[in-house]
């Protein structure tokens, strides 16, 4: 089994800054978990407290039961990939993919080499065996024999996956492995992942800054501000229902618009779309508003723009438009707000003109204002 | 590589058979540990000491002889030095007799008058018969506490000579001038070396007349022909500055300076007087003793021979000479003795005399045909003749005299910086000052060890303690514990050294330099002086201030010189020219050897004459009418420091490579960018490559800096701090002060003043670096 | 440094500089070799007077017998002494080389990457011996070795060499910071301990460090006059830089130049030889900021 549990697990460094404070989390066995979150967020820190590469000031971290606060790393039948490859670079591909399980063996040390004994030679030769098969599941085997700084980028991540493999571990750790590649290796690299989770069925934990390698690779995902769980659910639930105002924000491509107001009966008013601006809101879907000022959050994609008045749309001005091939944003000027829309190509929308606007409530969401403004709770609907 | 590996196990092996053999050879039989030098002698007196003493331990089975010649005699009294210093002196050694005052003050020496009389009461056949010996060299050896020739007799006199001339015959016959008669003057002497002048050699160059070497003993030998000499009846009655002795050093002064071709003018150190000999360009060479003859027998190109030295007022020389003595912490004295007057007996001393090294001291022996033969010289008879109006020449306790004695005589004989006048004024003055010295006083109290002791532990105790304290607190998780343990762990063969190899020797030479400790004598012995040492450092040795000033003068000539021409060659080497990688191990290779030839080999390229330096300059000064300077001669006051500074750079390979892995760091891109921006090449070299190199640049400073200070080995082997002072650098003077004068406290004190402007300079230097240098954080 | 002007005067003015560099930084040398192949007769004749020549008949003998002239006993066995002094030179410079090496490394290792309490203030106080002139501590050390019995042995030329050399522990430091934690990190999870790390992960990677360490190490080591002269008693202990010194007489001077030369090209041949072989990596690791201040 390895399902993993953490447990008010905390890091402080000494000169007391807290880099993840109080986080209790659950990872069923063969789950893809993706911690996400800007820098600094402390997903890194909880990976490697994981992995056993950073002490843990409080809490207990449990991977299959065990409580492995004090085991070393090795210890941990973990295997971690790491940003950089950390390839090492004095040695071959196939002895940095067997060195692993040569430090591992029951039949090494110097009496064994002595000795010649034929558990030894077997050993050894399953070893190259599980290579073999890895490099080749990987399409490596080629480049056994060369030293990483004779491979590409992306072959060294793909070795660095198969020194993981190769290991067979309850949970796979992974840091942020491909910030380091091009735009489509990466894309290329994420199927090869997810292909790996799927034939290996092993946990999997994995780090990325990137929202949309979140919710590409995630059985679920986990995300983090400073040092603070902020959600953790599928990427539906993360998109479909943000728990506050950052998961919104930071989930999802455009960003989210937000838009300061104020609850009323029956409506929003938003001055800050145009003076007077009431949006209706669609009807049962807050049951209880509580009055007062409150975030209207709606997705770029629920924003139609126009380039001739449209009944219920407000009053907009053209500042930017970012063409995507297929589709279009545009960055627009809602009376003082400022909104994006992501919208059919329109050849008859210009920048610098005057269109108009038009909000879909239908899958709006609403937040709490006040002090820190990420923190916002959702205010719950009726669909939670 | 094969090569290297099975080099590497040969040695192993060898070496590690030869210590177990060592350890199962060491039987019950008792050894006695001989101790001797073969300098001039070379391996052929070695090979007869070791011959010697295979006979002996044949003659006497219960006897084993453990033999160690450290090569040259300078040596020879460092390594005495140590072996008393540990406390396990060789039962047997060589003392010159210039050093048994010093030695028998010391008590290092076993009084040898019972064996002799108990010799001479037994009659057994090996016996010695102190009667054999020339009666004035065994007195040399006699010392009473305060002069020696009467007293006490510490030693066996192996051999000796007396002093004089060496002469070129061809030359004599070619110049017309008569042979030096046996009882020739000094008007005879100087009237042959200005004939000799003017002939010619067989290359045109007119010959010089003699060559007269300027060591304190043989001015003291000069001196006692007219009657005269530095000291009077005792050793404060100082008959330097008297009318006599001045009239006759300046002559021996006139000849050398005022006149041209007569004599010359104080060669290099490379060749001794004696090799100028050889050469057959000069007429005359001396005074030496016989210790020539084995080098010059080989000699083809001339016939030679020798005259004792001329006479002057009086006709007088002196009997230089070498004695078996005893350690009086010996503890087989019986079976040393037996050694001893083997080792002087008549075969022994007849094999010796074969070898014309020297004159045997047993009379018998030199009055044989082992001594008068038909090898040159043809007048062995002369050297015999000579004993009878030699005497001993003799020194006091304290090894300073000589010294200050042979530094100032340089001055004023040999470089001509001073007028003879004044150099007899300063040494009688220096000499004064060392006698009134506080610590010359004596009468200290005892070094308190065991206060100092109980202290130090104390205060061990309460920095542990405080240590302890500041630990408790913060408790650590677990894998950071882990880590901090492991630090420990290996950082501990650190701490470890540091305690021991460190902190302990630097604490106690601390305490040393409160104390007054004769090295030769057990620790215990060490008396307090308190600040008595820094004192006399720093208000009464000037010869420490000098020593000061020469090193400031090498700090401040040789690390901009070497560090300059380190960075030029480091930018001549990053250009991306065919062939950089041979010219960049051609460069470098200087820096990897070392040692008495590369020493020698430089004192050759700074020959006043011959050297390599003045060959190229000549040509060169001359059109301007200037002439090279004698680096090593007379202008060795001025030019003696930079000569060092410039083979200081000869090694400046190491620097360079620093250099040039600092500038290959540097990134292309902002030299780049800078000319696109149309940045000149000197500009962009000032602003840009010399800030970046900051770091690099200070590091390589301020190693220069603080290794110019210690300069050491080149000037020892070099030119032993001469002439004068005028190379003495400041660890020379201290490795003369602890090794050669044996006074441990005060090069202590030395080493101490040493460590404080070190560290003075390189808080100097950082300090105001870090207003200039870019640094990046030294570590997360 | 673009030499897009004048590539090829660049280049001649360049070449011109470092021959006449080379010139003057081999001549010496040519000048031993020289001497060293002379007659003793030709040889005083070059120290004297200068005028070197090379030498008509180059005298191949002198090496055998400047190698024949070192210590003694060489009746018993052909170059004993040779032999004796150079296996000693190398026994006691391959130990401290290798001990030099380890536990600089090991130290190193602690300092850049292990974090305990004290570390600065210790790390500091190492830099700071690196000022500390030998001289202050010479006679104590003398005094520490005579008490445990250690003179006549080799091992006051050895033991402290296994304790770390500061300027070795500095260099290997900032080499070893330079290694990526995360390097560190996969080893950790391979099952590697410390000792495992510094075997295995750091040592090959600081491998133009270690030439380095080695050949400043064994040059200095093979050299070294001070210390044999002091604590090595017997002759046949000797090592090759005390054993040359028998080539000085009792006065200080040279008789036998042409020997001495011959026995001192014999004696730099290992030096050579090593930094020939070395030189690669050893610029590779300046290169690498095992300097940086």
């Known amino acids: 089994m390895a399902s993993i549990e953490l447990n008010r697990v905390s890091k402080t460094y000494p000169g007391g800054v807290r880099a993840v404070k109080e986080a209790t989390l659950a990872f069923r066995d063969g789950e893809f978990i993706v911690l996400v979150g800007p820098s600094g967020c402390g997903k890194s820190t909880l990976l490697r407290m994981i992995a056993g590469l950073e002490g843990i000031s409080g809490g207990t ?16 039948d973990v295997a971690m990939v790491f940003q950089n490859y950390a390839l090492y670079p004095h040695m071959t591909v196939r002895r940095n993919m067997s060195f692993g399980l040569l430090r591992r063996r029951r039949h090494g040390g110097p009496v064994a080499w002595l000795a010649r004994s034929q558990a030894r030679r077997e050993e050894l030769a399953q070893i190259d065996r599980t290579v073999e098969e890895t490099a080749a599941t990987l399409g490596i085997t080629a480049l056994l024999d060369r030293l990483p700084r004779a491979l590409s980028g992306g072959q060294r991540q793909r070795v660095a996956l198969g020194r993981a493999l190769v290991r067979d571990p309850a949970v796979f750790l992974f840091d942020e492995p491909l ?132 009944p219920g749309a407000l009053q907009a001005e053209v500042r930017a438009i970012e063409a995507l091939g297929d589709r279009m944003d545009v960055v627009l000027s809602v009376g003082s707000a400022r909104m994006v829309a992501r919208v059919e190509n329109d050849a008859r929308l210009r920048e610098g003109e005057r269109a108009w606007a038009g909000i879909d409530l239908a899958d709006a969401h609403l937040f709490e204002a006040g002090g820190d403004g990420d923190a916002c709770r959702r205010i719950a609907d009726r669909d939670d | 590589m094969v090569a290297a590996a099975v080099l590497v196990c040969w040695a192993f092996a060898r070496v590690g058979l030869r210590e177990l053999g060592r350890l199962r050879a060491a039987d019950g039989r008792t050894t006695l540990t001989v101790l001797h030098w073969s300098g001039e002698g070379g391996p052929e007196e070695d090979e007869i000491v070791e011959r010697s003493l295979r006979d002996f331990e044949a003659a006497n089975p219960g006897l084993r002889v453990k033999r160690i010649n450290p090569g040259d005699a300078g040596s020879f009294y460092t390594k005495l030095q140590t072996m008393m210093a540990a406390g396990e002196p060789p039962d047997v050694f060589y003392v010159g007799n210039e050093r048994i005052p010093s030695f028998a003050s010391l008590g290092l020496l076993e009084p040898l008058d019972r064996f002799v009389a108990a010799d001479a009461a037994s009659g057994e056949p090996g016996a010695l018969r102190l009667e054999e010996l020339y009666p004035q060299v065994v007195d040399a050896f006699r010392y009473d506490g305060s002069n020696a020739g009467q007293g006490t007799l510490w030693g066996i006199p192996k051999d000796f000579t007396i002093v004089g001339f060496y002469y070129n015959k061809d030359i004599f016959r070619q110049a017309g001038v008569p042979f030096p008669a046996a009882d020739w003057t000094w008007d005879d002497f100087v009237a042959a070396a200005r004939a ?74 490379i060749a001794t007087g004696s090799a100028v000999f050889a050469t057959g360009k000069v007429g005359m060479a001396g005074p030496f003793g016989r210790w020539v003859v084995p080098e010059y027998r080989r000699i083809k190109d001339f016939d030679w021979d020798f005259a004792p030295l001329p006479r002057g007022s009086e006709r007088a020389n002196i009997i230089l000479t070498v004695s078996w003595s005893i350690s009086a912490q010996s503890v087989h004295k019986e079976d040393a003795w037996k050694l001893v007057r083997w080792l002087t007996n008549e075969e022994g001393q007849q094999a010796q005399a074969r070898l014309g090294l020297a004159i045997p001291s047993n009379r018998r022996a030199a009055e044989s045909d082992a001594f008068i033969d038909a090898a040159r010289p043809a007048n062995d008879r002369g050297y015999l003749d000579a004993v009878a109006v030699a005497r001993v020449i003799d020194w006091p306790a304290n090894p300073k005299f000589e010294q200050l004695l042979g530094s100032n005589l340089d001055e004023g004989l040999k470089t001509g910086t001073k007028p003879v ?28 060890w065991g206060a100092i002791t109980a202290g130090i532990a104390v205060l061990l105790a309460i920095g542990a303690a405080w240590m302890v304290r500041a630990r408790r607190g913060t408790a650590l998780a677990l894998q950071d514990a882990r880590e901090e343990r492991a630090g420990y762990l290996f950082a501990s063969p650190w701490i470890v050294g540091f305690a021991v190899f460190m902190a302990f020797p630097v604490v106690l030479s601390l305490i040393l330099s409160f104390s007054g400790w004769r090295g030769l004598s057990p620790l215990g012995e060490a008396r307090w002086v308190g600040w008595g040492n820094y004192a006399q450092l720093l208000g009464e040795d000037a010869r420490f201030w000098t020593s000061v000033r020469v090193t400031l003068y090498y700090v401040l000539v040789a690390v901009p010189l070497g560090q300059g021409l380190a960075l030029a060659a480091a930018v001549l080497m990053n250009q991306k020219v065919f062939g950089i ?200 | 440094m673009s030499g897009r002007r004048h590539p090829i005067l660049g280049t001649a003015c360049a070449w011109t500089l470092l021959l006449a560099g080379t010139a003057v930084f081999v001549y010496p040398l040519l000048w031993m070799l020289g001497v060293s192949l002379s007659t003793p007769a030709d040889a005083q004749a070059a120290t004297v007077e200068g005028g070197f020549v090379w030498p008509s008949d180059p005298q191949l003998g002198n090496f055998r017998e400047a190698l024949a002239q070192i210590g003694s006993d060489n009746a018993a066995e052909p170059l004993r002494g040779f032999k004796d002094a150079l296996a000693n030179s190398v026994v006691v410079a391959v130990l401290v080389t290798l ?140 090592t090759l830089a005390v054993a040359l010194n028998s080539f000085r007489n009792q006065y200080g001077g040279v008789t036998k130049v042409h020997l001495l030369m011959a026995a001192s090209i014999v004696t730099m041949v290992p030096c050579i030889l090593l930094f020939l072989a070395a030189q690669k990596q050893f610029i590779e690791g300046l290169g690498k900021g095992a300097v940086k201040g």
């Open chain 3, 99 to 238: 001990g030099t090496v380890l536990s600089s490394s090991l130290v190193a290792l602690a300092f850049a990457r292990m974090r305990f309490r004290g570390s600065r203030p210790l790390f500091l106080v190492m830099l700071g011996t690196m000022m500390l002139p030998g001289q202050v501590t010479m006679i104590p050390l003398f005094i520490l070795f005579r008490n445990l019995g250690w003179v006549d042995t080799i091992l006051p030329l050895v033991v402290p060499a296994f304790f770390g050399n500061a300027y070795f522990v500095f260099m290997y430091r900032q080499f070893i910071a330079q290694v990526p934690e995360a390097l560190l990190e996969a080893a950790r999870l391979d099952g590697l301990g410390w000792l495992g790390i510094w075997w295995r992960i750091i040592l090959p990677l600081t491998r133009p460090v270690t030439a380095i360490t080695a050949v400043f190490t064994f040059i200095g080591c093979w050299n070294d006059f001070l210390a044999p002269l002091i604590y090595l008693q017997s002759d046949e202990q000797a």
């Open chain 2, 196 to 269: 000799i002048h003017k002939a010619k050699g067989p290359d045109g160059a007119p010959y010089i007349g003699a060559e007269f070497v300027t060591w304190p003993a043989m001015v003291r030998a000069y001196l006692f022909t007219e009657g005269c000499d530095a000291v009077g009846a005792s050793w404060d009655e100082l008959r330097l500055s008297d009318a006599r002795s001045l009239a006759a050093l300046d002559r021996l002064r006139a000849w050398r300076h005022d006149e041209e071709g007569t004599l010359t003018s104080g060669r290099s150190k």
């Open chain 2, 421 to 448: 006048a004044e150099a007899a004024g300063d040494f009688e003055r220096l000499w004064k000052a060392e006698l009134a010295s506080p610590l010359g006083r004596g009468g200290f109290p005892p070094v308190p």
């Open chain 1, 179 to 310: 910030s380091n590649l091009d735009a489509r290796l990466r894309i290329e690299m994420r199927a090869e992942i997810r292909e790996m989770h799927r034939r290996t069925k092993a946990t999997m934990v994995y780090v990325t800054h990137d929202q949309e390698e979140a919710m590409t690779l995630a059985d679920r995902m986990v995300v983090m501000r400073d040092g603070v769980v902020q959600q953790a659910g599928t990427p539906a639930e993360c998109y479909g229902r943000p728990a506050n105002r950052f998961v919104a924000g930071f989930v999802g491509m455009p960003v989210m618009n937000f838009v300061d107001a104020t609850a009323a009966a029956g409506g929003l008013v938003a001055p800050s779309l145009g003076t007077g601006t009431v949006l209706a809101l669609p009807p049962g879907r807050w049951p209880t508003i509580p009055a007062g000022p409150a975030t209207l959050g709606v997705r770029p994609d629920r924003v139609r723009v126009s380039a001739q008045p449209a």
């Open chain 2, 581 to 780: 990688p041979f010219f960049r191990a051609a460069w470098y290779l200087p820096s990897v050897l070392a040692g008495v030839g590369v020493a020698v080999l430089w004192r050759w390229v700074f020959d006043s004459d011959a050297g390599l330096m003045n060959q190229l300059l000549g040509p060169v000064l001359a059109p301007f009418g200037l002439e090279p300077p004698h680096w090593f001669g007379k202008d060795a006051g001025i030019w003696g420091v930079p000569a060092f500074a410039i083979m200081n750079a000869w090694f400046v390979g190491g620097s360079m490579m620093i250099y040039l892995a600092g500038l290959q760091g540097i990134p292309d891109e902002l030299n780049e960018a800078a000319q696109v921006d149309g940045i000149g090449r000197v500009r962009r070299f000032a602003s840009i490559t010399l800030p970046m190199l900051g770091p690099v640049i200070l590091f390589n400073v301020l190693m220069a800096v603080i290794g110019s200070f210690q300069v050491f080995t080149q000037a020892f082997v070099m030119t032993g701090g001469e002439p004068g002072d005028s190379t003495r650098f400041y660890v020379l003077y201290l490795f003369n002060q602890g090794f050669e004068f044996y006074e441990m406290g005060y090069a202590s004190a030395m080493a101490w003043l040493l460590l404080l402007a070190v560290l003075a300079v390189t808080a100097v230097i950082l300090r105001s670096s870090a207003r200039h240098i870019y640094y990046e954080a030294l570590r997360k």
């Open chain 1, 61 to 76: 971290v449990s991977i299959g039961g065990r409580v492995v606060n004090d085991l070393p790393p090795k210890d941990r």
